[in-house]
Each structure stands twice: as C-alpha cells, then as structure tokens.
DNA sequence: TAGACGGACTAGAACGATCTAGGACCAAGG
DNA sequence: CCTTGGTCCTAGATCGTTCTAGTCCGTCTA
C-alpha cells in the first residue's frame, strides 16, 4: 500500500516560497497586493507541490465558490447539449458548473440540496417541475434561474424559447409548401405541450385553416401511437411535440407503407441530435441549445455578481429544413 | 431586496438550550454522550430555530466528504444509465455523487480537476481515455476506479464487462436459432471494439462456422453503411458492434426493402434506452448498466473506507431477446 | 474510606482558507 | 530630520464545525 499523501495545504505552499499564508492567499485567488517576482516564485512553488485550494474552506470564509449548480435529467438527451454548451460559458466567464441529475428515485428537491451542499452561487435548473412557492423559496438563498419553463415563482429568473414563435415557423413552412390539412400531435401533459397546443390552434386559425390536434406525449411511442390513429383519415402534414414523437410517427407511417415526405410530411421539435443523424434527417424547430444554455449562465452570473433583478429572457427558435419535410403530393 | 438572515449555528443552538456548542455537536450527529433529557432539550432548541448543520464547516473538520466523483460524457446515453444508477448506490451507501461531464471543449482532465477540487474521496471514470500513467498520478492522491475499460493503470481499480461472453452469448443465440451465415459489423476504433471482434472470431471458429467482420463504427450512419455493403451479400444475421449501429443497420435494410428479422436478423449491444423503445424492440446483449454502476460505487466506497488494495471486477452481460432475431427464412 | 471508574458535559484547539489591521521599507515633500 | 504615502508583506482573528483532553460528580469495589 501506497501512503496516502497528506493534500498540500496554503500551508506547506507558503514554506516551500518562503513566504506568508496569507500571501499565497493573495496570489492564488490573484487579488492585487503582491510583488510580480514573488507572485511567479509563489506560482511555481504551488505548482511543483502540485496545490489546489480546498473549495470547502474557502467558502466556509469567504462564502464565494464561483460555482453554479446546474440540475437536469438524465433521461433528457436535449438537457446533455444544454450542460454541454453551460460548461463552455461558464468557463469563459470564470465559472464553473457543479451537476446534479433528477433520476430515477432521485427528486428535483434532492438534486437541488447536494448542489446548494456544495456550495453553487446559483441554481439553474432545466425545465423544473417544482411549485412556485418552492422556488421562491430557494430564491431567498442563492439566485435561481429556470430554463424552458418561464412561469415559475416570481423571484424566479427565467430564460426560455418563444413556443409559439416556434409553432409559427413551422406551420409557416409547410402552409408554404402547399399543405393544408395539418394536424399536430399534441405533447400531453409535458412542459410546454399546452403552449404549443394553443399556438397551433392560433396559427392554423391566422391561415384560415382547421386545426387539427390529436393527442400524444413526448416519447416515442406516442408518435407510433398517432400514427396508427392518422393512417385512417391521412392529413398531408404532422406537426409533432418534438423530435421523439416525430421519430415515432415516421417509424409508424413507414410501417403501414407510407413514405415520408413523399405520402406525409413530419416536423419535429427541438432539433435534438437524433434529428441530426444522416439516417434520420428531420426537419426541426431548433430551440437553440447551445444559445439557450449561455443566456442562462449569463443570467446567474449577472445575479451573483450584481444586484440585478430577476428578469425573463425569451428567445425566438428558428426552423431546420431537413428531408422529411416536402410539398404535398399533386 | 430582501434581508439575507444569517443562519443559525451551533452557537446559536447551544446558547438558546443552555448548553456548550460540543454538546449539541454530539447531539445533532448522534453520537453518544448525552443525556436523554439535554438531547430532547437540545434538538427542540434547533428546531425551534430551524438549526441545519453547515455541510463545508463539518467537512471542513472531518475531511471527509462522503463525496464521489464521477466522470462521464455527455453525449452518450449510456452513461446517462449509468448515472442514474450509481446516484442510487452512492445513496445506500452513505454518500453523494458528484458530477462531471467530458463535453466538447471540456477534457477529461478538466473533468477531473474539478471534481477533486469539490474535494471527492474516490473517482469513476466512465469508459476513460486517458494513459496508464496519468490514471496513476491521480490515483496518488484518491482511489480510482474505472469503468467499462479494464487494462488502465496499475494502481486503478476497473469495474468491466466481459466483451468475450457477451459476444458468445450473442453468437450461441443466433447458432441456436439456425443461423450459419453470421456477419459482425466491428467498432473501429471504439472501445471494447477490438475485444469484440476477436471474441466474435474464435466463438465463430468454436461453431465450426466462418467468421466474416466487415468495418464499421460507433454510430448509426456506420451501421448504414455497412447495411449498403452487406446488401450484395446478405448474411442471415449480423452482430453489431452496439445498438446504435445495429439501429443504422436496420433502417439500412428496411430502406432496400428488406425485412428484419424476417430476411435477417439483427443483434445489438449495450440493451440501451433505444433498444427497449416499443417501435424498436431490439434484441441486444445488456451489459446491464445499474449493476456496473453498483459495482463501481461499491470498488470506490471499499478503497475509501478499507485499505482494499486495486481490483477487477468482471460482470457477465445478458442477453435480451427482443424482436430483431428469429430464426433465418427455411 | 480511598481509589477507580464511567457517564455527562465543556473549553479550546484544530480544519484550510480569507480578511483585517498593521509593520517594514523606501521615496518624496516639508 | 520628521512626516506622509505608497507598496509589499505578515500575524492573528475568524468562518462553523468536530475532536481531544479534560473536569465534575456520583457509584462501585476492595
């Protein structure tokens, strides 16, 4: 067995630089109040001793840790390029991410605790299914900011993607391509689903044409599901919930003989990657993640750092044409 | 702005009960030493004051953090099992998991990093690619453990599945239903690749049959290209490197009108969420993520907490039989 | 009855950082 | 020659806990 070697503290940086603790201190948070020549020698010391600061004592005095916490759900492929996009921006503007996973027995609440435990100066939690209430009440603590959701406490921060803006676009493109029976498969009782609901119904109405919505869900056997129900009275367009239930109206129509775009066209919602594979290629209301995530981290970083008041940031989605969109059969 | 109240601590506790801060210490951990009359007193005082320990000071103190560190990647959804998995045996054990993804410009050492500066007692790497060497260094300074990749530093610990039977159990299968003219469609430079398509020669030799490994990869588009070569040629069943290329496979063969399992029969690996999808219904080998989780958390917690010196652990896979094999046309 | 023992409790030193107050030194100004 | 003001640096207090080494006091044992 190896022993295991004490972790270098301020400490033996401080010996080995021949030096004060409090002027490693100094240099390593890089605070003004040290020489250049000391500063390297203090560097190189910390270096050669291969030193970290203990997060944990530095905030136990000085309550910053430059950490955000960032709680999402595993299951969610969409959250994966959410997280990847928030570590670019935090590290650009010198923050770094703690995650934390709503899973399988794991509550949101749970997520939300190991984070505020570590020590995150803000929440940024992905479509939260927490009250109101609750959020305020984490509020009170740390500044929290909720992503694709935006009715949600009143202390709350929120910065989501302009559903009906989305819808529009989308019924704009395929109303464009010459198709006039669409019909939407609804979301169910996820996130979001209402909203697109309704802004169909609106945008349908605004083209003077009927609206058609079936019920559906967010998941893949939700398309398959629509798709057995439509194949009787086909429309010539399907605006879906998102990419997953897209997936599986495409899965469902191929099944009973039908081509896409060819018999049908299908729009999907998100533009996950699964949307992107070349086998794939579905035509997407794209949410922007990449955008989406840097607006949030900008939006806690402006709270931590200022005293900015909670606002709601609203971006437009812009539509990805890819091959499962098409005009309508003569 | 509201008033931040301070929170309360030991102090405020102790002063309200009437006692001295180590004792109501003693009290809030459970330990023993106190009497049950003061214990009641003490633990009223708290909750009148709504008293939570602070978690960085008592860690601070203790040095322990209970916290295990895992690093992932955020684009595969495999992981993502994984994940959830292991949040539910740190949990039974008695410690926290804390995240870390390996994203786009994020390295894996990055990654690392900074789940030792949020001071993690153990690391889990999933499927890492750094060097022996470099495994070693960190494993200087906290136990590591690896997972699904076993021939990585002396000093790690490695949790894996074995490729060798999983690929036999495939192979058994497909002999077993009458197959003769089998086809693996490799990994490239993947992972476990290289395992694979050497377990899959010598079972095939085993059968007495001829092995045939075309080239391929780690994704959907590499198993459609393999779909466009075997078209020429079919074989009655294929084992793929993994489900995404099995799904690439399958939508290959579909599209040259060919039916699946009927006209041949598909086998994935790695039992993913997408295997079990209703429209997909994929037979595939399961390397059955929760228990490798188990296994790791398990080989991290041992290190920890015993002087346990570095071990293997090998699990056997399963096979799932879905819908995607049967026996080949007569 | 003295000494040992053990249960209930406490004072004060850690833990590893930051912060405050101030010292040493040097150059410029009266 | 003494002050003034700036830069560079340090000692010591501090954050909220836990840990160590006690003290105190009643009871058991020889």
Redesign the pocket.
Known sequence: MKEQQ??P???DVAHAAG?????V??V??GAP???ES?RQKVLDAARELGYR??TR??L???S?TKLIGLSFSSSQPFHAEIVDAAYAQANSRGYEIALSAVANGRTETRAIESLLDLGAEALIMISPTLGGDEMDRYSDQVPVVSLLRNNVGRLVDSVSSDDHAGIRLGVDHLVGLGHSKIVHVGGGTAVSAQERREAFRSEMQRHGLEATVIQGGPGEEDGLRAARFLRDNLPTAVVAFNDRSALGLIEGFRAYGLRVPADVSVLGYDDSQMARLSYVQLSSVSQDAPLLAAAAVDRAVDRIEGTASPAHVVRTPHLVIRKTTAPPAA
């Open positions: 004490r972790r503290t301020l400490m030096v004060s603790r409090a002027l201190s100094i390593m948070r109040g040290a020489a000391t600061p203990d004592a530095r136990l005095r000085s910053r």
